[in-house]
C-alpha cells in the first residue's frame, strides 16, 4: 500500500470535481497543491493547459518523487470541442499528454480523470475492458490520452466517471438548474433515452484519495452503481423536494447539439467497489442533503 500521507497536486482544482477533491484534502490535512486557469478561487496557482509547462508554475515540493498529480482540468464543454476541435484537442490531448509526461519524468504518479464518453452509448454498463468507441470529439480526447498512458506510463490510473452531481444548492450542477426550473414552474427537459449512472462528486473525491492510498494502476470506473433514466432522475428529485414533477422527454435531434451525445453511458464499477472496498452514496441520500441544505439556507 502507498503512504496514506502523500502529496497532492490537484490540476484543475476550481472546477466541480477538481475543487472537491482540493477541499476534502484540505479537511483532511494531506499536503495539497491546486491550480487554475482562470482565477477564480483564492488560494489556487495558475496554470493554464493551453500555455503553461508545469514545472514553471507549481512548488518545486510537489513536483518530486512519490507525490500524486490529479488531472482534472480539460476543454469539457461537449459542443465546443466539436467547433474548436484544432484547438480543443491541442488542450485535451496534446498538452494534457505533455502534462503527463513531464510528471512521470519527475517520478510524479499520474491520476487522469477520464470519461464514459469514451464509449459509444448503444450498450449501456460499461465495464473497464469494453472496446471503447467515442461518437463526439470529448470522447475521443479522453480515449487519446489513455492510450498514451496505458502505452507509456505502467504507474498511472484512469479514473473514468459517468453524470457528476453534487448535494450543495450553492454550486452550479444539474440538481441546482432543475431546481431552478422547478422554483419557476417550468418543466425539466430531457433527452429521450439517456441513461447514466449519477454519482456524487463527494464520492468522486473520496474515490481519487482511496485509490491514490491503494496505489491503484491502470483502469477503473469510479462512479455509483445506481443507474437512471435521465427523466426518472428528475422525476425523483423533484418528488424528494416535495415537488410535483412536470417531466418533458425529447429525442436528442431536437436539442441541435453540435456533437452527438452517447445514450447509454452507465458504468460497471465492480471492479473498483472490490479494489477499495468502496461505498457510493445513493441518490435517494443525494436528494435528501441536497434538501436539508437549502432548507438550512432558507432558515438562516
Not at 506510463?153 to 452531481?165: G, M, S, W
Not at 423536494?241 to 418533458?248: C, D, H, K, N, Q
Not at 436528442?252 to 472496498?277: C, G, I
Request: hydrophobic fraction near 45%; glycine fraction near 8%; include cysteine.
Amino acid at each position: 500500500m502507498a503512504d496514506p500521507g502523500r502529496r497532492f497536486l490537484v490540476v484543475g482544482a476550481s472546477g466541480l470535481v477538481g475543487g472537491t477533491l482540493f477541499s476534502l484534502l484540505e479537511r483532511l490535512g494531506r499536503p495539497a497543491f491546486g491550480t487554475q486557469a482562470a482565477m477564480r478561487r483564492p488560494g489556487l496557482t495558475g496554470f493554464d493547459l493551453k500555455d503553461d509547462r508545469i514545472a514553471d508554475k507549481v512548488d518545486p515540493a510537489f513536483l518530486s518523487a512519490g507525490a500524486v498529480a490529479v488531472i482534472c482540468a480539460s476543454i469539457c464543454q461537449i459542443d465546443r470541442c466539436r467547433r474548436e476541435r484544432d484547438a480543443a484537442r491541442v488542450v485535451n490531448v496534446g498538452h494534457t499528454i505533455r502534462l503527463a509526461d513531464d510528471l512521470r519524468a519527475r517520478g510524479i504518479k499520474t491520476v487522469f480523470i477520464s470519461s464514459g464518453y469514451v464509449f459509444d452509448g448503444a450498450r449501456g454498463y460499461y465495464a473497464e475492458e469494453h472496446p471503447r468507441r467515442p461518437i463526439c470529439e470529448y470522447g475521443r480526447h479522453k480515449q487519446a490520452v489513455e492510450d498514451h498512458l496505458l502505452a507509456r506510463d505502467p504507474e498511472a490510473l484512469i479514473l473514468r466517471l459517468d453524470k457528476v452531481v453534487a448535494d450543495d444548492p450553492a454550486r452550479e450542477h444539474l440538481f441546482t438548474e432543475w431546481h431552478r426550473w422547478l422554483a419557476a414552474g417550468k418543466p425539466i427537459t430531457c433527452i429521450q433515452g439517456q441513461v447514466f449512472s449519477p454519482t456524487l462528486v463527494g464520492d468522486v473525491a473520496r474515490a481519487v484519495v482511496r485509490a491514490a492510498e491503494l496505489d491503484l494502476k491502470g483502469v477503473y470506473h469510479a462512479a455509483n452503481p445506481e443507474f437512471f433514466a435521465r427523466e426518472e432522475l428528475a422525476r425523483q428529485f423533484a418528488w424528494a423536494l416535495g415537488r410535483e414533477p412536470v417531466i418533458v422527454s425529447r429525442p436528442q435531434s431536437d436539442f441541435a447539439f453540435d456533437d452527438p451525445r452517447p445514450e447509454k453511458t452507465y458504468l460497471d464499477a465492480t471492479k473498483f467497489v472490490k479494489a477499495a472496498d468502496f461505498r457510493f452514496t445513493s441518490m435517494r441520500e443525494a436528494f435528501g442533503a441536497f434538501r436539508a441544505r437549502l432548507e438550512a439556507s432558507a432558515s438562516r
